[in-house]
């Protein structure tokens, strides 16, 4: 579905990514990890078709996403990144209808269909009760599943998300992953993501690509990237790995 060919990308004469190949399946939740400086998020950026590519391709169902005009690829892949910005008075519900942007027409009129899809993204996330309220009144969670819900009422095959957990408590990291994981498998959205807990991505992904200094270091499963190996090549740091005895996923703490 999503897939990497020999990426090279970066800023001016510094390449941060280099020759990345990789090819996500359809339905699956991929999480990228790696240390701070590694290139993750600027290859959400290239993925969404924000960022140049200096060399190499990306293509989406076997098509280049150069091919692709703006409108028509926002109606397979969305994108949350950072810490997004809203201004304070936004309601909910406001910025949920922003997400049917790539399928209005030229006089930009919200139609029954599309308030019948924005109905549906806010109860997917289970915040009906928000939707009339101004978004600087929300909770970092909150916030964020009002995001999400815009991300959905777009109808994406592919969803990346960049740091979603990012200045939220541990409750609401629980709370947001746990919806990315009920989207992905109830609806069938590929999820792409960074997550700096690695032992977040262990328990949610399919697959882990870990990356180094631009580069692909490996990519697999859970069990083959959360190794002793792995994190001390790429993180340098000696772990111990255990498995979690309800769903199987292994995790480690640092000796």
């Known amino acids: 579905m999503l897939e990497s060919r020999k990426l090279t990308l970066g800023y001016e004469q510094h390449m941060v990514i280099k020759d990345l190949s990789f090819c996500?399946?359809?339905?699956?939740?991929?999480?990228?990890?790696?240390p701070n400086g590694c290139g993750k998020s600027t290859l959400l950026k290239a993925l969404s078709k924000n960022k140049?590519?200096?060399?190499?391709?990306?293509?989406?169902d076997n098509q280049s996403i150069h091919s692709y005009s703006h409108k028509t690829l926002a109606k397979k892949l969305a994108i949350?990144?950072?810490?997004?910005?809203v201004p304070d008075d936004f309601l909910v519900r406001d910025l949920v209808s922003y997400g049917r942007n790539p399928y209005l027409d030229w006089m930009g009129r919200l139609k029954e269909e599309d308030y019948r899809i924005i109905d549906w993204a806010i109860n997917e996330t289970g915040i009906t009760h928000l939707q009339n309220r101004k978004m600087s009144t929300m909770s970092g969670?909150?916030?964020?599943?009002?995001?999400?819900?815009?991300?959905?009422?777009?109808q994406p095959e592919i969803l990346l998300l960049d740091e979603p957990t990012t200045y939220l408590d541990i409750a609401h990291q629980h709370e947001v992953l746990e919806l990315i994981k009920r989207i992905n498998g109830e609806m069938g959205i590929t999820v792409v993501m960074v997550l700096h807990d690695i032992n977040q991505a262990s328990r949610y992904s399919d697959r882990i690509i870990a990356m180094k200094e631009g580069c692909k270091v490996i990519e697999g499963?859970?069990?083959?990237?959360?190794?002793?190996e792995i994190l001390k090549e790429i993180f340098g740091i000696d772990a111990n790995i255990y498995e979690e005895v309800s769903y199987g996923y292994p995790y480690f703490i640092v000796k």
């Open 141 to 154: 969670g909150e916030r964020q599943s009002a995001w999400i819900a815009m991300a959905l009422a777009q």
């Open 221 to 228: 499963s859970p069990k083959e990237v959360v190794t002793k």
């Open 24 to 34: 996500i399946k359809p339905h699956t939740i991929t999480t990228i990890i790696g």
């Open 52 to 60: 140049k590519i200096a060399s190499g391709d990306i293509f989406i």
């Open 80 to 85: 949350l990144p950072q810490s997004p910005l």
